[in-house]
T-cell receptor
Framework: KAGVTQTPRYLIKTRGQQVTLSCSPISGHRSVSWYQQTPGQGLQFLFEYFSETQRNKGNFPGRFSGRQFSNSRSEMNVSTLELGDSALYLC?????????????FGPGTRLTVT | DAKTTQPTSMDCAEGRAANLPCNHSTISGNEYVYWYRQIHSQGPQYIIHGLKNNETNEMASLIITEDRKSSTLILPHATLRDTAVYYCIVRVFSGGYNKLIFGAGTRLAVHP
C-alpha cells in the first residue's frame, strides 16, 4: 500500500504571496491532519479533516486554512505569507476519526519564504 | 492532553539496548502513551503505544510503571539507523480527534 504523499516537496515563495500544499492519504484513510514544524516551535498541530469537515483546529491565524475533498485528499493554504511561515509542513492520515489508530505521516513539504 | 517530560539527548552504543524514559505524571485514566520518532527531516514514524500493560512489537518495547506516571521505550539492539528524535505523547484514546501534541523529544545518537 502506498504511503502518504505530499506535493510539492520543496517550495520557495516571497512574502505576501499565497501557497497551496497538497496531501494524498493512504488509500482508505479518511482522516487527514496537518502539522507545522519549525526549529523554534517544534511540531505543532494545525488542523484535522475527516469526511470533508474540519473537526479540530490548532492555534494558528486565519491565514492558514485547509479543505478535504470527497476522495480524502487534502489541501492547506497559507495566504499573505510571512518569513515566519518558513517551515516543514507535514500531513498525517489515519483510517478513521477515532484515536485508536496511529497516524501515518508523509515526507513533508519544505516551504521557504523570502 | 497531559504533558510529557523527556531528556533532551541520549547516547547509545550500536548493538546495545537504548532505554528512553518519559515522565507523564499528570496522565489521566483514559490517556494512552504513544511513541513516535523522526529521523532527520523525514515525517514522524509511529513506534508503539500502550495504556497500562507493557507492550512489544517488532520495533520496540514499552514499559509503563504501575502508577502510569512514567514509561520507558526500549530499543533492544540499537543500530545506527535508530539515530533520531524520539517523541513521547499522551493522548485520549476516544473517538473523534486525531491531534498529537509533540514536545521537544529526546535526540538519540547511536554510535559505533
Amino acid at each position: 500500500k502506498a504511503g502518504v504523499t505530499q506535493t510539492p516537496r520543496y517550495l520557495i515563495k516571497t512574502r505576501g504571496q499565497q501557497v497551496t500544499l497538497s496531501c494524498s492519504p493512504i488509500s482508505g484513510h479518511r482522516s487527514v491532519s496537518w502539522y507545522q514544524q519549525t526549529p523554534g516551535q517544534g511540531l505543532q498541530f494545525l488542523f484535522e479533516y475527516f469526511s470533508e469537515t474540519q473537526r479540530n483546529k490548532g492555534n494558528f491565524p486565519g491565514r492558514f486554512s485547509g479543505r478535504q475533498f470527497s476522495n480524502s485528499r487534502s489541501e492547506m493554504n497559507v495566504s499573505t505569507l510571512e518569513l515566519g511561515d518558513s517551515a516543514l509542513y507535514l500531513c498525517a492520515s489515519s483510517p478513521t476519526g477515532g484515536g485508536e489508530y496511529e497516524q501515518y505521516f508523509g515526507p513533508g513539504t519544505r516551504l521557504t519564504v523570502t | 492532553d497531559a504533558k510529557t517530560t523527556q531528556p533532551t539527548s541520549m547516547d547509545c552504543a550500536e548493538g546495545r539496548a537504548a532505554n528512553l524514559p518519559c515522565n507523564h505524571s499528570t496522565i489521566s485514566g483514559n490517556e494512552y502513551v504513544y511513541w513516535y520518532r523522526q529521523i532527520h527531516s523525514q515525517g514522524p514514524q509511529y513506534i508503539i503505544h500502550g495504556l497500562k500493560n507493557n507492550e512489544t512489537n517488532e520495533m520496540a518495547s514499552l514499559i509503563i510503571t504501575e502508577d502510569r506516571k512514567s514509561s520507558t521505550l526500549i530499543l533492544p539492539h540499537a543500530t545506527l539507523r535508530d539515530t533520531a528524535v524520539y517523541y513521547c505523547i499522551v493522548r485520549v484514546f476516544s473517538g473523534g480527534y486525531n491531534k498529537l501534541i509533540f514536545g521537544a523529544g529526546t535526540r538519540l545518537a547511536v554510535h559505533p
